[in-house]
């Protein structure tokens, strides 16, 4: 069974840092692009950040470029976003996701493994 399982979420002052972890089980991340998504209330779910399943290729939403990372360490089976100079808008569930493509740049859509989410809240 596929299980996609995040931690790392929390309140943090504006300004401030997190860095958010996703671990899988059940397959290998190999042979998948992985992603970041979030959804803050009333707002539907929006891509972040996405990465190739080499690891080569990565993509950023505008709203977060240059301020988040995404990397990913296959030999772990993990997926990790560092996020810096959090403001509030940056506030919602962050989920990470799976999609099953060697190609690239995979579309959002093609995200069909989903963890249960992270809360992350930037306030003072």
């Known amino acids: 069974q596929l299980q996609l399982v995040e931690s790392g979420g929390g309140l943090v002052q504006p300004g401030g840092s997190l860095r958010l972890s996703c671990a899988a089980s059940?397959?290998?991340?190999?042979?998948?692009?992985l992603g970041w998504f979030r959804q803050a209330p009333g707002k539907e779910r929006e891509g972040v950040s996405r990465?190739?399943?080499?690891?080569?290729?990565?993509h950023y939403a505008d709203s977060v470029k240059g301020r988040f990372t995404i990397s990913r360490d296959n030999a772990k089976n993990a997926v990790y976003l560092q996020m810096n100079s959090l403001k509030p808008e940056d506030t919602a569930v962050y989920y990470c996701?799976?999609?099953?493509?060697?190609?690239?740049?995979?579309?959002?859509?093609?995200?069909?493994?989903w963890g249960q989410g992270t809360q992350v809240t930037v306030s003072s």
């Open positions: 996701a799976a999609a099953p493509s060697w190609s690239w740049p995979v579309p959002w859509s093609a995200f069909n493994s």
């Open positions: 059940g397959f290998t991340l190999n042979y998948y692009t």
């Open positions: 990465i190739s399943s080499s690891g080569g290729a990565t």
